[in-house]
């Protein structure tokens, strides 16, 4: 299994160690993000690409644009923004994620969004990654939606899909996309008495036995499916933030997942 390490699941190592750490892991792949740690707004994309390609590390993507579907006010200007940082560091695609506050935005206005980004990712050479979000309150929570929305806006060669395990789950689909998909996040919940409704980031831990979101099956029907693109690992909870030691929790779960789902 080819697998990913994003930076979200040790946010207080610099890049530069988390790197070190993910070479150590036996992994070449990462994503790197804008909110925890914001390494785009602190650290300069000449050195983010100097350090990845030092240590033979590809970077998938930045984790993420959002909220993509609302394309008004200052969002422009800060895709137009990332995706500079974007290309000038070396990251293969951006993350796009939907409004998330229980706010609903018509389907037309997700086509015109995504009409919107696609010059500003052509012209770098860049992927867009949609994740549809599952929670109750995500304006997209569907990849069947995100598709025909992609469809519409005569997009298919500029967007993909990221599927994510959570969300999948969240939002109770059935339906395997793996000709569009181009990513996958895996994360677990453990935690035995919160309803699936009622499942947040913060409930999302690494995979291990104690899983209910069904990531085994989830990876075993993508990649029977035919999915052959990078699994990447994305815990919210403080709990794995809080680790002393990452690196061996991050061993445990690849050895895992290789061992259950392969």
Not at 63 to 73: C, D, H, K, M
């Amino acid at each position: 299994m080819d697998f990913a390490i994003n930076h979200i699941c040790a946010p207080k190592l610099p890049l530069v160690d988390f790197i070190a750490m993910v070479g150590r892991l036996g992994v070449d792949k990462i994503e790197i993000r804008n909110d925890i740690p914001d390494v785009v707004n602190t650290v300069p994309a000449a050195d983010v690409r100097a350090a990845a390609e030092g240590a033979g590390v590809e970077i998938l993507s930045i984790n993420a644009l959002y909220p993509f579907n609302v394309w008004s006010g200052d969002l422009p200007a800060r895709a137009e923004a990332m995706a500079d940082y974007a290309a000038a560091c070396g990251a293969k695609a951006l993350v796009m994620c939907p409004l998330n506050d229980g706010t609903t935005v018509p389907f037309d206005n997700l086509v015109a969004a995504l009409r919107a980004m696609a010059p500003i990712l052509r012209e770098r050479s860049l992927t867009g990654l949609v994740e549809p979000l599952g929670f109750p309150i995500s304006s997209l929570r569907t990849k069947r939606e995100a598709i025909a929305a992609i469809e519409a806006a005569e997009g298919k060669g500029v967007y993909r899909l990221l599927h994510d395990t959570f969300h999948h789950h969240l939002a109770g689909e059935t339906e395997f996309f793996p000709e569009w998909t181009d990513l996958v996040h895996i994360s677990g919940v453990t935690a035995p008495d919160v309803a699936v409704a009622d499942m947040l980031d913060a409930h999302r831990v690494l995979v291990d036995g104690g899983d209910r979101l069904e990531n085994v099956s989830q990876i075993q029907s993508l990649v029977k499916a035919g999915y052959r693109g990078p699994f990447a690992f994305e815990p919210f909870s403080k709990e794995v933030h809080e680790l002393a030691d990452p690196e061996a929790a991050l061993r445990d779960s690849i050895s895992f997942v290789r061992a259950n789902a392969s």
